[in-house]
């Protein structure tokens, strides 16, 4: 079975970076287009990037349009969320999973982000 098991996050000052990764495990995740979504606490699950896996073509949402870039290696099985100029508006858990309908078999633990100011 399928499973996909984000990682990379933590704590960190406003204006820092985080690299968060996605792996894929269990097999190939077979979806045109993957995407990285996050929850704030006490706020309902966002679309933060998408990325087609074949073309890598990609598409942000506007609040992490110009800081976040999205990629993957599919020789690896993987997908990355390079943060850059975190503000404490993005503490969130981040997940992975297919786009644009998420598959609810996908969703994992997620990985904690903390901004502080």
């Known amino acids: 079975q399928v499973q996909l098991v984000e990682s990379g996050g933590g704590l960190v000052q406003a204006g820092g970076s985080l690299r968060l990764s996605c792996v894929v495990l269990?097999?190939?995740?077979?979806?045109?287009?993957m995407s990285w979504f996050r929850q704030a606490p006490g706020k309902e699950r966002e679309f933060v990037a998408r990325?087609?896996?074949?073309?890598?073509?990609?598409y942000y949402a506007d609040s992490v349009k110009g800081r976040f870039t999205i990629s993957r290696d599919n020789a690896k099985n993987m997908m990355y969320l390079q943060m850059n100029s975190l503000k404490p508006e993005d503490t969130a858990v981040y997940y992975c999973?297919?786009?644009?309908?998420?598959?609810?078999?996908?969703w994992g633990q997620g990985t904690q982000v903390t901004v502080s100011s």
């Open positions: 990325i087609v896996w074949s073309t890598r073509s990609t």
């Open positions: 999973n297919t786009y644009p309908n998420p598959d609810p078999n996908y």
């Open positions: 269990g097999g190939r995740c077979n979806a045109y287009t």
